[in-house]
């Protein structure tokens, strides 16, 4: 216990003293830690509320309840499955209630900002299912009326839309109007933005999609988890079969209920203005790298890609690398049209959720574009670079008190 308790400590520390700029990491309440923490994760209850397989689960289906109707009530649709153990499982249950073995998907080119479970060789989901891809345009946008000519083309089962490094806004009404013209089902993986469609900073994919699926731990800032969302009573009854019996066995009570209270913080002005300073504080952060003369993304939410190679004539790899000594964590990221492989990458994905839940303010988002322009071009030496960033930091809120 003693070695396990030491190392948390020094991650304790490595996360207070550190920039997280990793758009996919967040700070949990100390709520929602508490009770993630708690005995809740002493109990099997495999089923969902009042049809469960063991005795002794009368607060557990309170629990489960009250995370099922918060989701509801936040995304505003008519069905939620919170048992989800990660968004790759979410997305396996999607694709299972959606079509057989051998359907076709029509989902984004992988190095355009698609996640693994989106069609990878090395995932599940291309073994199962047929993948078939939409590139985005020269200018990293996506292109709805190239997406419409694959789709007649391929006449897929599923549309997928949602991705993991898109920096800009996407019109689900389009997927929709595609997706009736080929009679596809149109999926969203909202993982990245769910925090932002929860409070009306991005359009919602709810009144479009014939599923949804997100993670709960990205800009929702809530435990590590995830979620399948339906208006559609028939997909929900296969949704909740292919979690469980299909793909997991007892859910995880203990995170569940921290899904219920991150629902309800996220339920909240509060919440609404976080996100607002979320989006403010990316774009500043942008805008003063493209002020210096970096090659950067526009953003329209809570992301950019930083194109370093053509910025400072090194790959994302060693970027993420030289960051990392004056303690900014980012991670290395494929840019559209990239012409270096996903073990090198010719950019960075630079997100503000975490540091926003900390205190960034713009003029700090501005500072730590500066201090990555200026380190990252040698302007400024290691000891001045990590000084600068012990100056912010030193306004923040430790993790402890989130
Ligand atoms: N691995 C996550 C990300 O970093 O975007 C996606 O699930």
Redesign the pocket.
Known sequence: MQDIKLLIQKELDRQNNGIEL???ENYASKDIREVTGSILTNKYAEGYPHRRYYGGCEFIDEIEQIAIDEAKKLFKCEFANVQPHS??QANAAAYRALMPNGGKVLSLVLNDGG?LTHGSPVSFSSNLYTFVHYPLDKNGYLDYEVIREIALREKPNVILSGY??YPHAIDFKKFREICDEVGAYLMVDM??IAGLIATGEHMSPIPYADIVTS?TH?TLRGPRGGLILTNNPDLAKKINSAIFPYYQGGPLEHVIAGKAVCFKEANTPEFKKYIQGVKENTKQCAETLKSLGALCTETDNHLFLLNVLDSFGITGLEAQNKLEEIFITT?KNMIPNDTKSPKETSGLRIGFAAVTTRGCTKEDASKIGKIIFDYLKHNIDKDFAQKEVKKIISKWKSIENI
């Open positions: 990793i758009a996919s968004g790759s996640h993991s490094a993982a990245h993670t990205k991670n």
